[in-house]
Structures are given as C-alpha cells and as structure tokens.
C-alpha cells in the first residue's frame, strides 16, 4: 500500500521458508535488520532491487511479535494500553550485488482504553498478522494518541528513509 502511493512500481515476493527470528540476545534493531535481510536475501532478483522489511513492536525490554491467538492479542492490547513503546522497522535493500540496511525507530504512545473498547478494536482489525496486535494504517486516533518519528515505519514501511536509501542502490 505505501509504496503503491508513494509511486513506485514493485511486485511483491513471498521470502518462503523465512521464519523470523526474535533471539534474546539480539538487540530489537538488530532483531529486524537480520530478518529484513533473511527475507531479502531468499527473493534475490538480477534485474531488480530488493527490499526485505521487518517491524516489531518493543515494550518493558523484550519484542513482542505478533499475537498467537486473539487471547494473546488482548493481552498483548492490554499491556500497550494508555502506555509507550517503540516500533522498530528494519529495511534491507539488494541491487547488483550492493547490499544496504537501516533501522527506524518510532516512539508510540497509546489512548487508556477499556477492556471492551480493546476487544472491539481487535474484532475490528484482525490482529493475527499484526507486530503488537494494533493496525496502525487504520487507526484513526482510536489507540494511538500520538508518535515521535515515521508514522509509516509503524505502519511497517519507514518511507521518508526507504527514499533516501533508494539513491544507493540505483
């Protein structure tokens, strides 16, 4: 969606057999940069540019990932609820055998919500597929009262950086 309405011409690639990883003893940067450059590297086109990309949302010192079930994402919904996180966005770029990675970092502070106001959000957004169980792109002011950084990078494409990245692997 971002990259469609930010012009750019692109076709989307499936890195199949790329599990993300989240090791403890990574860093959350870290953690992102490794997975966006696993996912890069299993789509490797001579012709074109590659962009791998992770997004993980960190709270209390750990990454959270994307919720198991929707039981998992309520609590995961709770513990965000009417605090701050950082959304980190790992991007690896590959053309012509120039490899380039960068993190962004987003500082996202959430509404206090109540239960019932959480769960129907969640019912709303589906959030199996989703870095901390919350939809940034349709959010609408609904959980997240403010960010410092790339609202994009939340969304899961940090674009202001990804266009300045770009110029290095024409």
């Not at 990932?65 to 609820?81: I, Q």
């Not at 106001?117 to 989703?130: F, G, T, V």
Request: net charge negative; aromatic share 8%.
């Amino acid at each position: 969606m971002l990259l469609a309405e930010h012009g750019y011409r692109f076709e989307v690639v499936a890195p199949y057999g790329v599990e993300e990883i989240a090791p403890p003893d990574l860093s959350p940067g870290d953690t992102v940069l490794a997975n966006a450059r696993a996912k890069a590297r299993a789509v490797v086109r001579p012709d074109a540019a590659v962009l791998g990309v992770d997004t993980e949302v960190f709270f209390e010192g750990r990454v959270l990932g994307k919720p198991r079930d929707m039981d998992d994402a309520f609590a995961m919904l709770s513990r965000l609820n009417g605090r701050s996180h950082e959304v980190y966005s790992g991007c690896w770029l590959i053309r012509d055998g120039t490899e380039r990675g960068f993190v962004e970092i987003t500082r996202v502070h959430f509404h206090q919500r109540t239960d019932s106001e959480l769960r129907a959000y969640l019912a709303r957004i589906h959030p199996l597929d989703k870095a901390g169980a919350y939809a940034a792109q349709n959010d609408n002011g609904e959980m997240i009262a403010r960010f410092e950084g790339s609202f994009t990078s939340v969304i899961g494409l940090p674009m202001e950086a990804l266009a300045r990245e770009l110029a290095y692997v024409k």
